[in-house]
């Protein structure tokens, strides 16, 4: 497996999570657990990709601007979960905050696979591409 295979595989998972957690309502046990879920699923990639994905890149004067933006949009998602955590769960701006939350999801990770990933294969040999993954898994496997 690849370092991207790895992230696009934890991509769909929270794709999904986002999508249920759009189609919840109210002051509801299960607006709570899915969002306490997402909350965890989003902070613990967030990190594992900086770690194990932006880091090593980092250096490459290809791929430098784009890891910074990638971990700028990281800290614009956690302001994001922030602002939810700050907002009434029967409030209607939770919902509106949590569709920007999925928006913003969405572009991210739309960013990373359709143009990060093609550069970054460019930059990272076959052997980093696995190590990474490898890595990047046993990061999330620890702290999921």
Do not use: C
């Amino acid at each position: 497996m690849t370092i991207f295979e790895a992230i696009r595989k934890d991509h769909d998972i929270q794709r999904e999570l986002l999508d249920i957690l759009v189609t919840t309502s109210g002051d509801s046990k299960g607006r709570d657990e899915l969002f306490k879920k997402v909350k965890k699923e989003l902070q613990v990639h967030a990190d594992a990709e900086e770690r194990h994905y932006y880091k090593p890149l980092i250096s490459s004067d290809m791929m430098q601007e784009k890891a910074r933006h990638g971990i700028a949009e990281h800290h614009e998602i956690d302001e994001l979960i922030e602002k939810l955590e700050s907002t009434d769960y029967s409030s209607s701006a939770w919902l509106k905050i949590a569709k920007d939350l999925k928006h913003k999801v969405e572009h991210h990770l739309d960013d990373e696979e359709h143009e990060f990933f093609q550069l970054s294969g460019k930059v990272l040999t076959e052997k980093q591409k696995t190590e990474l993954s490898k890595s990047y898994n046993d990061y999330m496997k620890e702290n999921r």
